[in-house]
């Protein structure tokens, strides 16, 4: 583990029980299998990022209600839900090291329980008795659903640019990141300015942990990924390390990365071959460098609040999302 | 056309032109294809039973706002996500005598086209402003996958009880009428107990409807049901036509009608045998009769309200409910 890993969760380690507890207690489906397939990915080790973000943004704001906990995993069980149907639209086999959960309970349990986090998570938010938490909460999951249509739309396309793919990832990540930063402000009754600032954090650090992710499926190996590199490969989405050298290759070299990545059944070799070429036309460079421009507007964001140790591990967090090895 | 159906067309007429351009209005999504899935089913000749009787109960209770048929969108657009999930879950092929959309566009675009009308359903309620409704809306959502889950671990149990049938239906069907009836009292700031006898009435409705659309699959032709006779038993579903006749049937009988429904791939003339077999064992005649108790409570259920044409067109559609052809 990195040091600056070991401080963040040295210093939030109270607040992950406490959020992980809530994930437990606020699960109460009347039918066992449903909390079975639920609990086989909720409980997969994941990083409780997005709850995290909402309890330190609200005790960013001073909020000292009691809600913040249960409320948090409102944002846990709607990225669940996400997960369970985007592994099934992906046609996906390996999450977090295991088995995804349509390979073991099938595809129609697998949707249904995603509806039933769906409306959990909705149910939860409706818990506030907060209006605006609610409809930012309702209008987020529109844009979810959007922003992976969006993606499968655009399946395959070489010709995807850089402008559509932030507009997917917008969508189907930084929005969460957004939403979960924005309604602690609106649940610690914040003024707008700091709701803004928070929202500001979360969304610029969601496209920086989009683009992160989308880096390790061409850098990590296989084992550290808990999936296949090469993944959103085979599964035609064309990201931004891919975007980037596409568009600055010459001829010859364009021709052969369009070649691997139309056969969706590349080999491990083809693989490595194409990463050194996406290595060769900037394309992993050029996307780490994007994604820490978002990282620095995203600590910039915060300069609003006075030093704390909260705002302290908020910018740690912008750090990592970088730095982290999945 | 029935005549009880076409005076029920005729009273409601304007409700139902008002009903369709807000299922129109209130479906934005930024992609045209969301619009394009969801259309297909959303604009394929539903009956909108579940606005209008939303509708027409706040009506009942004196509402005289505006936002009664914008909100009434959120229900149709929640029932039809959940057809979407379920014709996937179901495998089914054709609905309404339109090809199901997962046949169309596939099983990915139509997981997320549901998520994001499920979704859009929750913003609609959150527009509303009023807590409870949300929270109605939200819990509803939760029981329906729920009930869906419930159905499906049953599928093919031949030992199925009319109780666990009951309690499958109560959720997949009936919360909807009920919820539907519900929030309209809650938008119209109705007593407790105008609430309460709306929400008896509807509840006691959708069980009926529910019943009523389990015997078809064994009464309608194809051509009149939309789709292929049989369909729920080939699909393992037992309704209470089949958990009737079982219970009620001699051994040779059961062991007949057990062996027909076993072998899902059973013949045109092996399913006449078998609804000949239902209508023996009472199976046919007792689901009219218990559909028929429940249409009774609905009525009463409306004994609180004074006499207006309002209230006639609700008792006139809870005897369409089972006097219909789909």
Redesign the interface.
């Known amino acids: 583990m990195t040091e600056l890993k070991q401080k963040i969760l040295a210093a939030v380690e109270d607040d992950l029980n406490d959020i992980e507890k809530a994930l437990n207690d606020n699960l109460t489906?009347?039918?066992d299998?449903?909390s079975e397939v639920a609990g086989h990915l909720l409980f997969s080790g994941g990083k409780r990022l997005r709850p995290l973000l909402m309890v330190l943004s609200a005790r960013l704001c001073g909020y000292t209600g009691s809600y913040d906990k249960t409320f948090s995993t409102a944002l846990e069980y709607l990225h669940t839900a996400?997960l369970l149907?985007d592994d099934?639209?992906?046609d996906a086999t390996m999450r977090r090291g295991k088995q995804v959960a349509h390979a073991n309970w099938g595809?129609?349990?697998t949707?249904?329980?995603?509806?039933?986090l769906?409306?959990?998570a909705?149910?939860i938010?409706?818990?506030t008795?907060i209006?605006r938490v609610?409809?930012i909460l309702?209008?987020l999951?529109?844009n979810?659903?959007?922003g992976?249509?969006?993606q499968?739309?655009r399946k395959g396309d070489i010709n995807l640019k850089e402008e559509e793919y932030l507009e997917v990832i917008r969508r189907k990540t930084a929005m969460l990141f957004e939403a979960a930063c924005r309604v602690s402000a609106v649940l610690a009754d914040a003024p707008r300015e700091t709701e803004n600032s928070l929202a500001e954090y979360g969304y610029n650090l969601g496209i920086a942990f989009q683009m992160a992710d989308d880096l390790f499926d061409y850098t990590l190996t296989t084992s550290d990924l808990g999936k296949k590199v090469g993944a959103d490969l085979r599964e035609g989405k064309l990201t931004l390390p891919v975007i980037h050298a596409l568009g600055n290759a010459s001829n010859g070299d364009r021709e052969a990365m369009i070649q691997i990545i139309r056969n969706q059944d590349f080999s491990d070799e083809e693989f490595r071959a194409l990463v050194v070429l996406l290595d060769k036309h900037g394309g992993l460079s050029y996307t780490s460098e994007v994604a820490a421009s978002y990282i620095d507007n995203a600590k910039t964001s915060l300069s609003i609040f006075n030093p704390s140790p909260t705002k302290d591990i908020m910018i740690d967090i912008a750090d990592y999302a970088l730095k982290r090895k999945i």
């Open positions: 489906p009347y039918l299998l449903v996400t149907h099934l639209v992906d595809n129609s349990i949707v249904l329980v995603g509806d039933y769906l409306a959990r909705l149910s938010a409706a818990g008795g209006l609610i409809q309702a209008e999951t529109e979810m659903s959007q992976e249509v969006h499968l739309m």
